[in-house]
């Protein structure tokens, strides 16, 4: 069974309706690579067009992902049919004196991080192990037959493009080994990072709340109300005198 993660790359929404942080195009970017890099599964990333090509030259360029590996999808968040449904639900948290709600909402963020990243490393770790016993088990059949080097089963007379084997003993014992090899390094790079990056979220913050008093209110139309008085009558008096 083949794993595909989808993910979503969308650098530009600062100020906007959506929401989003300033210069964080880099930081998404390398956190993308660092998944790739520690799994087997395949990724689809969706993106908007203005940055579909820095992201091709960044992964496919700079970094030689594989386009099977990695593919972006160009979709524009602002025409999706359910934008006026989400944007219709917006929802506001009440916290009594007692309780500071921009911490309790941040606190609440991270722990649905943590609980994220554990089941998600889970899923990895389980495609890895997969992987490598897979993979030892063409092992032992390349030792059984004495199959060192990769064998080759066609040549094709047209574009000259080599075919091996559809079966992974094939490739030879020394190949599979130093698979073998990679995939224990990626499993053993997967149990110790941390994922120890910041989190793609606004942080809450805290709103200014108007605390005047309604006695004060009372008292400011109060003063209010006697000036103007006062002023109607003092006018009212140069009138007469004039």
């Known amino acids: 069974m083949s794993v595909k993660f989808i993910t979503a790359i969308y650098s530009n929404l600062s100020g906007t309706e959506f929401g989003g942080r300033q210069s964080r195009g ?5 956190s993308l690579l660092s998944l790739l890099k520690i799994t087997e599964a395949d990724f689809l990333c969706y993106t908007n067009q203005e940055e579909l090509e820095s992201l091709e030259e960044f992964f496919y360029v700079e970094h030689l992902v594989s386009k099977e590996k990695l593919k972006f ?7 999706t049919k359910f934008k006026d449904l989400i944007n219709q639900n917006k929802f506001y948290l009440l916290f009594p004196k007692e309780l500071e709600g921009d911490i309790f909402f941040n606190n609440y963020v991270k722990f649905i991080k943590k ?3 554990s089941e998600l490393k889970k899923d990895w770790k389980r495609s890895i192990e997969n992987t490598i016993s897979i993979h030892e088990q063409a092992l032992e059949k390349s030792i ?5 080097d990769p064998i080759l089963r066609s040549m094709s007379q047209q574009n000259q493009v080599v075919n091996e084997p559809e079966d992974l003993f ?3 014992s020394i ?3 130093k698979e073998i090899d990679n995939l ?5 790079l997967l149990e110790n990072d941390q994922f120890d990056f910041e989190i793609i979220l606004e942080k809450s913050k805290i709103s200014q709340v108007n605390k005047i008093s309604k006695f004060l209110y009372f008292v400011l139309g109060l003063t209010f109300g006697l000036f103007l008085s006062l002023g109607v009558i003092f006018f009212k ?3 007469k005198n004039n």
Do not use: M, P, Q
């Open 26 to 30: 880099g930081h998404y970017r390398y």
């Open 73 to 79: 999808v160009v979709f524009d968040i602002a025409e």
């Open 115 to 117: 609980k994220t990243i």
């Open 144 to 148: 059984l037959i004495k199959l060192t």
């Open 170 to 172: 094939y490739k030879g």
């Open 175 to 177: 190949i599979l080994s």
């Open 184 to 188: 224990k390094k990626r499993l053993i």
């Open 237 to 239: 008096i140069v009138l």
